[in-house]
């Protein structure tokens, strides 16, 4: 098989498609790199000193992990001095980190969840991080969080490292969603998977199960359909699947097909779903749809939401688009 770098695959891509700018290929390979870094620790695990609590909260009130913190560090400082951006937003961070003493102005916005999937990042269990890149408004000056609020619609790239078994990359920029796994050895990224695209037929669901109490009744409808099984509507048995960590859980649909269901829920109204729309749900509905699946909050498309703050959560339902249209069309009676 002839060995396609990832930086290779961009520049065939801008040939092809005129999509990657310049600009674009060095911010991506420069998260990239990041990733890789992050990896390099993820695999140190106690001997790098990256289990454990930080013991700082962060802005959703959440525990900080070390390697929270850890990676938000490394994806801070290698787009800082590397990529072309204007600003850049963490779940892990309060409010947007404006790129200092830089002119001209870069000219993209960059947005990620440093370390998904934190409950199993000391039990050994893949992570990840998830990326999202936005184009900065024409004319903007000092950034502001309110540059930040675009529709996923606007998102000019997207994509997610996940650390397991292998370390691997998935990225779109519009033109369909390309895999690369890492050459530990040679430590570059090397294209395995092109244009991934979800199967349709499935049998397969995630969902945190604990919470099915406080579901509301489309929720309650769609899964108990499915737990029916052969006996039911469905008439066939399904399978559930559950990792904690949404980019394996999305990384397996994207290979086998299924849905990934994330609700909002009767506990907390002012906290609709447990996902972030800027840096979990945006990316991933890109990442998805570029795969021919489909994503939505249950009612609206993830892509369509106008946002109105950078750590705004949302419903996800996200995977095989027939799933997704009938879980959707549910909240819709
Ligand atoms: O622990 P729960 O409620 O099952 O939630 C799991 C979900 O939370 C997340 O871990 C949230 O992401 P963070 O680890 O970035 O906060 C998702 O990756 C995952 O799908
Ligand atoms: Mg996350
Ligand atoms: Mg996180």
Request: charged fraction near 20%.
């Amino acid at each position: 098989m002839k060995r396609v770098s990832l930086t290779q695959h961009l520049v065939e891509e801008q040939r092809l498609h005129n999509s990657i700018p310049a600009e674009l290929r060095l911010l991506i390979e420069v998260v990239a790199r990041a990733c890789k870094t992050i990896s390099h620790s993820v695999g140190k695990g106690a001997l790098g000193d990256i289990l454990g609590s930080a013991d700082t909260e962060n802005i959703q009130g959440e525990v900080q992990k070390k390697l929270d913190v850890i990676s938000n560090e490394i994806l801070l400082e290698a787009n800082e001095w590397g990529g072309h951006l204007a600003a850049m937003a963490s779940e892990e961070m309060e409010s947007i980190h404006p790129i200092p003493n830089r002119y001209p102005m870069g000219e993209y916005m960059l947005l990620f969840d440093p370390l998904d999937g934190s409950s199993n990042i000391d039990v050994n269990v893949s992570i990840g991080t998830i990326f999202s890149v936005l184009k900065a408004p024409e004319g903007m000056g000092t950034p502001t969080e309110a540059d930040f609020m675009q529709a996923g619609s606007m998102q000019v790239a997207a994509g997610y490292a996940v650390y397991g078994p292998q370390t691997m990359l998935v990225l779109t920029t519009g033109n369909g969603v390309n895999c690369f796994t890492l050459d530990r050895e040679m430590g570059s990224w090397v294209l395995t998977q092109r244009h991934m695209m979800i199967p349709e037929a499935t049998k397969e669901f995630a969902i945190n199960m604990s919470n099915q109490r406080h579901w509301h009744a489309p929720v309650q409808r769609y899964v108990d359909e499915l737990l029916a099984g052969s006996t039911g509507v469905r008439g066939k048995d399904f399978n559930m699947r559950w990792i904690a960590s949404m980019v394996a859980d999305v990384h397996r649909i994207l290979n086998r097909g299924g849905i990934f269901m994330y609700p909002a829920d009767t506990r907390d109204t002012s906290m609709p779903g447990k996902l972030r729309l800027m840096y979990e749900a945006n990316p991933m509905a890109m990442i998805v749809e570029q795969a021919g699946g489909a994503a939505t909050d249950g009612r609206t498309r993830i892509l369509d939401i106008a946002p109105h703050k950078l750590h705004q959560r949302v419903p996800v339902f996200l995977g095989s688009k027939s799933e997704v249209e009938r879980v959707s069309s549910y909240h819709a009676e």
